[in-house]
Structures are given as structure tokens and as C-alpha cells.
């Protein structure tokens, strides 16, 4: 159990950095903030409406993710291996969002992308990895 919980909190802590990291090198200057919002302006509404709909469609499947019958019976059965499998796809499916959308953001210079990253960052204290959480995921 202790391998399979480090294993997911190190996804969880890496890929927070790495939007973090963006946020800091885009907010101090060392990288150029809206470098495409006067380019591609077909491109930024195609993605736009893709990532509304990525987003809203990510949170609640992430959020009751381990509640599907098939999912649960998974992590009942095989435990650690599911949980492990289960977990990263819970994780992935919330934090690659969040840094596409943190990088679109500071590409295009629009707003909906930096609120979409706000709100996919604010789901994440529900699917930590804690200890608790990871015993209780296995459990009947």
C-alpha cells in the first residue's frame, strides 16, 4: 500500500509543480505571456470549447470515478494493483487538464482557461492520496 500511495503523490505533487512552475515564469516575465492571442483566433475558440467541455466533464467523472460498480469491485478484488491503476487514472484525468489549461491560458492571455485550471485546482483536495483515503478506497 505504501508503494502504490507514493507512487500517486508523487504524480500529484509533480504535475502541480509543473503548473506552478509555468504560473512563475509566466507572472515574473521569463516567458512571454499571450505569445498566440492575436494568432489562431479560430484555434483558441476550438479549444476553448474543448476544454470547457474536458473540464466540465472531468470533475464529476473523476469525483465518482471509484463509485461504478466495475471500478469497485475492481479495487475490492485486486487492491493494491487496482488502486494503483484506478488512482493514476483519477489523478491524470483531473491534472492534465489543469496544466493544459494553465498553459493555454498564458498562451492566449484568455481568462476562461486560467478559471478552468482554478476550478479543476479546487477539486483536487477531494481525490489526495492520503493514507486514510487510500485504505478506505480498498475497503468493502
Known amino acids: 500500500m505504501k508503494q502504490v500511495r507514493l507512487t500517486l503523490t508523487v504524480l500529484f505533487w509533480t504535475i502541480l509543480a509543473l503548473a506552478l512552475i509555468t504560473v512563475v515564469l509566466f507572472e515574473t516575465g521569463v516567458l512571454e505571456f499571450g505569445f498566440y492571442a492575436s494568432d489562431q483566433v479560430q484555434a483558441e475558440f476550438l479549444l476553448t470549447i474543448m476544454?470547457?467541455?474536458?473540464?466540465?466533464?472531468?470533475?464529476?467523472?473523476?469525483?465518482?470515478?471509484?463509485?461504478?460498480?466495475?471500478?469497485?469491485?475492481?479495487?475490492?478484488?485486486?487492491?493494491?494493483?487496482?488502486l494503483r491503476k484506478w488512482g493514476l487514472l483519477r489523478l491524470l484525468i483531473l491534472l492534465v487538464p489543469m496544466l493544459v489549461n494553465t498553459l493555454l491560458y498564458y498562451a492566449y492571455g484568455k481568462t476562461t482557461f486560467g478559471y478552468m485550471a482554478i476550478i479543476l485546482c479546487l477539486t483536487l483536495p477531494f481525490v489526495y492520496p492520503g493514507k486514510e483515503r487510500c485504505e478506505s478506497e480498498v475497503e468493502e
Do not use: C, G, W, Y
Open 51 to 82: 476544454m470547457e467541455i474536458l473540464t466540465l466533464a472531468a470533475i464529476p467523472v473523476a469525483l465518482k470515478l471509484f463509485k461504478f460498480k466495475s471500478v469497485r469491485a475492481d479495487l475490492i478484488a485486486r487492491k493494491h494493483e487496482a
